[in-house]
């Protein structure tokens, strides 16, 4: 039977398209990457791999099978994660905060679920708020934060953007018309921001935009602001994710440029240090996509 090894060398060349690419990502010499194919194909008794005037290439063979020698790769990758993490004894809590409207939708990435898979021993508790904790303070370990870092002690990479659109409901609409551009704002009833939400960018936004704002009611959070304007109290901006969600919504305003801010995953650089923290971040790093995909859908 085949060295499960060599499944490794044959998932290389694929990716790389040559021995020599393979060999360098492996940390191998050339000559070993080859003799490891020319073996596993000796061993299973199937021509996977073709050389051609541009690469190696997989055989017809190779490219059905390939999906299952990636699955083994997966598994095997996974079995390494959980003997490394029994090994380190990886228990604890990691506190994330962020804005309580992505939580469900972070949830349902299935982002956490492989984590928990990952690292059984560790476990993801949220702490919503629209406000910025402090992480240097240990209010959390870790942030998935819209806008840019103030607090530059803090480490973290940018996710994506978020963009942000003017909202109505259809019933609004029906009963007071739709705004055609950002001046018209100034004829429609809007809701405003207070509290923690006064200093936002959408608040600082929108009395410069509309310097006759007809504020008919103010919230503190992010969630008030959208049932406000779910229940026809007035327009407001929202972020796309949650406006778009709404089928009682409409867009009366495209996207607005000035409103765009970015998604961040954020930590103080002595928590990053240690090993929980550092697990989940490499895991969240190592799927982007994923959180892409709550953030900005």
């Known amino acids: 039977m085949f060295d499960w090894d060599d499944l490794r060398h044959l998932v290389a060349v694929s990716r790389q398209g040559s021995t ?29 791999m073709t050389r051609q005037p541009s690469g190696y290439r997989l055989t017809e063979l190779g490219e059905a099978l390939i999906d299952h020698v990636l699955a083994v790769e997966t598994a095997v990758r996974t079995l390494e994660q959980q003997i490394r993490a029994l090994k380190l004894d990886l228990t604890g809590v990691i506190r994330l905060t962020c804005p309580e409207p992505t939580v469900p939708r972070i949830a349902a990435t299935g982002l956490l679920d492989r984590f928990h898979e990952r690292y059984p021993g560790l476990r993801v508790e949220f702490v919503t708020s629209d406000r910025y904790l402090d992480l240097g303070r240990g209010e959390a370990d870790v942030a998935f934060r819209s806008g840019d870092p103030v607090d530059d002690t803090l480490v973290g990479r940018k996710i994506c953007d978020s963009v942000w659109a003017v909202y109505a409901s259809k019933s609004y609409v029906q009963r007071h018309g739709r705004p055609a551009r950002i001046a018209d704002l100034a004829d429609h009833a809007l809701i405003g921001f207070d509290g923690i939400m006064e200093n936002h960018r959408v608040a600082k936004w929108l009395p410069v935009a509309v310097p006759n704002a007809r504020i008919v009611s103010r919230n503190d959070s992010m969630l008030g602001t959208l049932s406000a304007v779910k229940a026809g109290v007035g327009i407001a901006p929202l972020p796309t994710t949650l406006g778009d969600a709404e089928d009682v919504l409409i867009q009366v305003i495209p996207p607005v440029e000035e409103l765009t801010r970015s998604w961040y995953l954020l930590t103080s650089p002595h928590v990053r240090r240690t090993a929980r923290v550092a697990a989940f971040v490499d895991h969240v790093l190592e799927d982007v996509p994923a959180l892409r995909k709550a953030l900005i859908g």
Do not use: P
């Not at 020599?20 to 073996?39: E, F, I, P, W």
């Open 20 to 48: 020599l690419a393979a060999a360098k990502t492996l940390g191998v010499n050339q000559s070993t990457v080859h003799r490891r194919l020319v073996d596993l194909e000796k061993a299973i008794g199937l021509t996977l």
